[in-house]
């Protein structure tokens, strides 16, 4: 058996298998199995009313659980790609009830990796999975940072397809009146607005309750985060941004040219060594240098600024 048939008999007995996709890696199982889901939300020690979203190979895959509007089939375009879908649940959908956690709707996407889609081929199944993380800490972009999470709990599909983007994807709700991006990534408001000829909203604070996995803290390494510093305080190691100076040993940059898509790729696993750095030298906080807030800045921000809240 290869890794990916492996990977694919372990979703197809109910087991929960990390599998990397172009954002982060994910933890998944079969998402018509409520057994199976619901160690999911074990292995996490995530809560049981923050829904995970639905992995699918094809539109038609994403059809038979979803009901499709027209705003939905426009930003279908992005699929395969870093972009999920809140659209109302079909009511004869093949899903476990601990997926939705008992909302009408369901968040749905097909990613663009190859492991990804041909473990979601393989196994036959849909593929219930959040980030490989345990709750509330830094999401995984690499095996090494699935097995810090979770040391040898699960099988990790080891893959040459990588996190390219290294964020998770955007959250655009299409079950409301007005489209409402409920979680930023590498497709902007402004490719969402573009491909649907209209204007959408942000999610504010309360309306946050939509996506409840927001309400929680996130993306937190076990060290503190102080974010936009302009210099180092004592006992700090610095994460840089283009031409920042949060110079000390074991600092990083995020892209020395000031490239936002490579600071994108590169902040999950810069957060993952620094707080390793900064655990193994007696090190209290992570300074992260400001980051410019538009385009993929304003996917940045958001985790960085949920990060740096305990
Ligand atoms: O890129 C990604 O989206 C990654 C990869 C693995 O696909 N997954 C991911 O899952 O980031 P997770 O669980 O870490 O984040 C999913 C977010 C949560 O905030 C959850 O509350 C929200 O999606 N969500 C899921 N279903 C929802 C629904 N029906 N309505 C509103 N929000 C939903
Ligand atoms: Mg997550």
């Known amino acids: 058996m290869n890794n990916i048939e492996k990977a694919a008999s372990i979703i197809r007995d109910g ?20 057994d199976a889901c619901l160690k999911i939300f074990k292995a996490k020690g995530r809560p049981s009313n923050n829904p995970l979203i639905v992995h699918v190979a094809s539109l038609e895959g994403a059809m038979s659980l979803a009901e499709f509007n027209a705003d ?23 899903l476990a009830d601990s997926v939705s956690a008992g909302l009408n709707t ?13 473990l979601l081929e393989s196994s036959g199944c849909s593929i219930a999975a959040p980030s490989a993380n345990k709750s509330g800490m830094v999401s995984s972009t690499s095996d090494w940072h699935v097995k810090q999470n979770f040391e040898d709990e699960i099988f990790v599909l080891e893959s040459e ?8 994807s955007t959250i655009v709700d299409l079950s409301t009146v007005t489209p ?28 946050e309750i939509k996506a409840p996995g927001m309400m929680y803290r996130h993306y937190s390494p076990k060290v503190k985060l102080r974010i936009n510093a302009s210099k180092l305080q004592d006992n700090e190691v610095g994460l840089n941004f283009a ?18 898509s490579e600071a994108a790729a590169n902040l999950f696993d810069y957060l993952h060594k620094l707080d390793k750095f900064a655990l193994e030298n007696d090190i209290e906080a992570i300074a992260v240098a400001s980051v ?8 940045i921000n ?8 305990k």
């Open 15 to 34: 087991g929960l298998v990390a599998f990397p996709t172009e954002t982060v890696y994910g933890l998944g199982a079969d998402a018509s199995n409520q």
């Open 180 to 207: 409402t991006i409920l979680r930023y990534g590498f497709i902007t408001p402004e490719a969402i607005e573009g491909a649907l000829n209209k204007k959408v909203a942000i999610a504010s604070k309360l309306s």
């Open 243 to 260: 031409d920042s100076k949060l110079d000390r040993k074991g600092s990083l940059n995020l892209s020395s040219s000031g490239d936002l």
């Open 302 to 309: 958001d985790r960085l600024t949920r990060a740096s809240e």
């Open 161 to 168: 397809s990588k996190c390219h983007f290294g964020l998770e």
């Open 292 to 299: 410019p807030n538009h385009s993929v800045g304003l996917a």
């Open 72 to 94: 939905a089939l426009l930003l279908s375009k992005f699929w395969p790609g870093p972009l999920s879908l809140v659209l109302p649940k079909k009511s004869d959908a093949k």
């Open 106 to 118: 369901i968040a749905i996407r097909i990613p663009a990796n190859d492991a990804a889609l041909q």
